[in-house]
């Protein structure tokens, strides 16, 4: 399954990602591969093989629910390039 470069270029606007003409090159090629690994999975008879979420059992992947101080809000906006009042301030999307 091919993905054409116009498509990349499409994600990549979505993605809001400058790519150079040698990145969408690269990324067309190695998209196209990936497909072409799916494309090959699709094609397998999987009826008999149950659905998991993980191929491994896991155990203890949570930490207990336990309240805990907040961060102070000079910590929580200390790295904001912009800041009003309580809130993150955000350029307006295009």
Do not use: C, K, Q, Y
């Not at 990549?12 to 400058?18: D, F, N, P, S, T």
């Not at 930490?63 to 929580?76: F, H, I, K, T, Y």
């Amino acid at each position: 399954m091919a993905i054409s470069r116009d498509e990349v270029l499409h994600v990549a606007r979505l993605a809001r990602l400058a790519l150079t003409d040698e990145e969408v090159e690269r990324l067309t090629d190695e998209l196209g591969a990936i497909l072409d690994a799916v494309s090959v999975v699709a094609e397998l008879d999987l009826a008999d093989v149950p659905p998991t979420s993980h191929p491994l059992d896991l155990v203890n992947v949570w930490d207990e629910d336990e309240p805990r101080p907040a961060l102070a809000l000079e910590d929580v906006f200390a790295n904001a390039p912009l800041r009003d009042g309580d809130h993150f301030r955000v350029p307006p999307s295009a």
